[in-house]
């Protein structure tokens, strides 16, 4: 017993010395692993909207990576020669400043590379990081020394990017990157799926505003036909036309139109 004791402790600190975490590390951290995981799964899509469920992930995946201070995740739309940001969302305040310097402030750093070129890219040393000029020194003077991020994959498509940090330098190993990648994959779905519901969603107040403006805008084009007879296309036809001359919506210059002309009405009925 004492012999295995022994080797135990002997494995353990090879394990040190190459880098690679201990057994007891291992097992802590693949518990964090499945507890990231079944929270992911947990997640019922429907339950958030959108941006708060971006939250949840981005806060799972800072639990799931071991050395993350925070994280964020990102729909990114990229090619070579734009990248138009959908959504993204922190787990921390300190990533919210991280995403301004990244996407707004220089179009620069590792969740655009990683999205760019579909693979893992991380930094123990960002501002010193050769792959990002700008953006590494500038959050290195953060005191943000460390960097993880892997892209969001589905076949054929990317869903956008996953992003951790550390204050420290050289955090994220590959034994990190190798967790960042198992949870990467179901976080990929998730989020997609999200972002499939809330453009539903979106479609469906759209039709709904659209039905409900859709009798204003009958009454309009009649009014107009009553005054300058003509087709109802050629009716609607000047009322679009309004609408862009005045720079205002469709269905409010119709209600414009009606309401006028029940003001109109009720003035005559008044009369004596």
């Known amino acids: 017993m004492k012999g295995t004791a022994m080797t135990g402790v002997a494995l ?6 190459d880098g690679s975490p201990t057994a007891e590390q291992a097992g802590e951290d693949a518990a964090h692993l499945q507890a990231s995981l079944a929270g992911l799964a947990g997640l019922v899509t429907g339950a958030f909207g959108l941006q708060e469920l971006l939250v949840q992930v981005a806060t799972f995946a800072a639990h799931a990576i071991p050395g993350a201070d925070g994280a964020g995740v990102t729909l990114l739309r990229v090619d070579r020669t734009d990248n138009r940001i959908e959504a993204l969302a922190a787990s921390a305040p ?29 930094s123990g040393s960002l501002g010193g990081e050769r792959m990002w000029p700008r953006f590494g020194p500038r959050v290195g003077r953060l005191g943000v020394h460390s960097a993880l991020s892997l892209p969001l994959l589905l076949p054929g498509q990317v869903v956008g990017a996953i992003n951790v940090y550390a204050h420290g330098k050289d955090v994220f190993d590959e034994h990190a990157a190798e967790l960042g990648e198992l949870f990467a994959k179901p976080a990929a ?40 007879g003509g087709t109802a296309e050629e009716a609607f036809g000047r009322l679009r036309a309004l609408s862009q001359s005045e720079h ?3 269905a409010d210059v119709a209600q414009h139109i009606v309401d006028e002309a029940v003001r109109r009405a009720r003035a005559r009925h008044s009369q004596p």
Do not use: M, W
């Open 12 to 17: 353990d600190a090879d394990n040190q010395a």
């Open 189 to 228: 779905v998730s989020v997609h799926n999200a972002q499939i519901l809330a453009q539903a969603l979106a479609l469906t107040v759209q039709l709904q505003t659209a039905l409900s403006t859709r009798p204003v805008i009958d009454q309009a084009i009649g009014l107009l036909r009553g005054r300058g």
């Open 248 to 250: 205002t919506k469709l």
């Open 94 to 122: 300190f990533v919210e400043d991280i995403d301004e310097i990244q996407y707004v402030t220089l179009n620069e750093g590792p969740c655009i590379t990683a999205a760019l070129e579909r693979r893992t890219v991380r």
